[in-house]
């Protein structure tokens, strides 16, 4: 089955660190595009960070730069996203999604269920 | 603040037509191609619209994409009470090297 799986999420204080994975199955992932977006509880969509299927090209948003870390390790079909000094207003259910919305490939056509993160004291 | 504009909220009765904007600037809509989502709350979000007017394979030809300059649109015809949902226009923005999004439009099926 094609589908993406979310994990790592939790209660972390602020300042502290947290590591989220996702896990690829059913499809060809070293081939793809792949995303990191959040949404904070009753809020919209906000796009966190993407990384080239090769990794070498690797895009943050301002928000959390020098903050937040992709990579991904296509032998094991993973996706991680290492966060670092973590505020409350990085609290969200974080999505994986694949490929990318550039090339006007049909990028967004698969995401995972999500992994909650909640920073607060 | 989202970097697209949409309108918060929409509505119409089923059998309707029903048409969200997203309005955006030339580093983004402008020069790159329009995405659209759909998300029912408490769900992850479903391409519904990529490359301004392209159908992914399962999504009804009720729902189509349209873009002219540096905004853009998707309609939804025959509208049914299971389109109620969030909807979410996305592009590539160049100046900020990432995706940005609109803040999401919610339809009411009234």
């Known amino acids: 089955e094609v589908q993406l799986r979310e994990s790592g999420g939790g209660l972390v204080k602020p300042g502290g660190s947290l590591r989220l994975s996702c896990t690829a199955s059913?499809?060809?992932?070293?081939?793809?595009?792949m995303n990191w977006v959040r949404q904070a509880p009753g809020k919209g969509l906000d796009w966190v960070s993407s990384?080239?299927?090769?990794?070498?090209?690797?895009y943050y948003a301002d928000s959390v730069k020098a903050r937040f870390t992709i990579s991904r390790d296509n032998a094991n079909n993973s996706l991680f996203l290492q966060m670092h000094n973590l505020r409350v207003e990085d609290s969200g259910m974080y999505f994986c999604?694949?490929?990318?919305?550039?090339?006007?490939?049909?990028?967004?056509?698969?995401w995972g269920q999500g992994t909650l993160v909640t920073v607060s004291s | 603040q989202s970097v697209l504009t949409q309108p918060p909220s929409s509505s119409g009765t089923p059998g309707q037509t029903v048409t969200i904007s997203c309005s955006g600037t030339?580093?983004?809509?402008?020069?790159?191609?329009v995405y659209w989502f759909q998300q029912v709350p408490g769900t992850a979000p479903k391409l519904l619209i990529y490359?301004?007017?392209q159908r992914p394979s399962g999504v009804p030809d009720r729902f189509s994409g349209a873009k002219s300059g540096t905004s853009a649109s998707v309609a939804i015809s025959g509208l049914r009470s299971d389109d109620e949902s969030d909807y979410y226009c996305?592009?590539?923005?160049?100046?900020?090297?990432?995706?940005?999004f609109g803040g999401g439009t919610r339809l009411t099926v009234l």
């Open positions: 999604a694949r490929g990318d919305i550039l090339t006007g490939a049909a990028g967004g056509d698969l």
């Open positions: 059913g499809f060809s992932f070293s081939t793809y595009d």
């Open positions: 990384i080239s299927g090769s990794s070498r090209n690797k």
């Open positions: 030339n580093s983004n809509i402008g020069s790159n191609f």
């Open positions: 490359r301004n007017n």
């Open positions: 996305a592009s590539w923005d160049d100046s900020l090297s990432g995706w940005v």
